[in-house]
């Protein structure tokens, strides 16, 4: 079966992502990690919440505060190698090792 022009097309815009397509990449991949870190951290509230007692809520509010700085701080630190990529075009294109990457040291930071 013959391929339409459209999926050609898309193929090709697939294996070569443009600077903006790159740009959103590492923005939404920041953005997931970040989401990730915070859920964490609730989820690690709420499983101490027996340990709370009267502390009052400007605490939390602090503790969060610090650690969504800590967790940018690790962020950016780990889409470096994506940020690098923009300078190649053929680094940009792979997205294999980048979803690689990012499943790694999610997976790191997940567990330590």
Do not use: C
């Amino acid at each position: 079966m013959a391929k339409t022009d459209a999926q050609i097309h898309r193929q090709a815009r697939l294996q070569n992502p443009t600077v903006k397509s790159h740009l959103a990449y590492i923005l939404l991949s920041g953005f997931a990690l970040m989401v990730m870190y915070t859920l964490l951290r609730i989820g690690l509230l709420v499983y101490n919440r027996e340990m709370i007692g009267d502390t009052p809520a400007s605490t939390f509010l602090e503790a969060l505060f610090n650690g969504t700085r800590f967790d940018l701080r690790l962020t950016v630190y780990l889409l470096i190698p994506l940020v690098l990529s923009l300078f190649s075009a053929r680094a940009m294109a792979a997205r294999g090792f980048f979803r690689f990457w990012l499943t790694l040291v999610g997976s790191i930071t997940l567990f330590f």
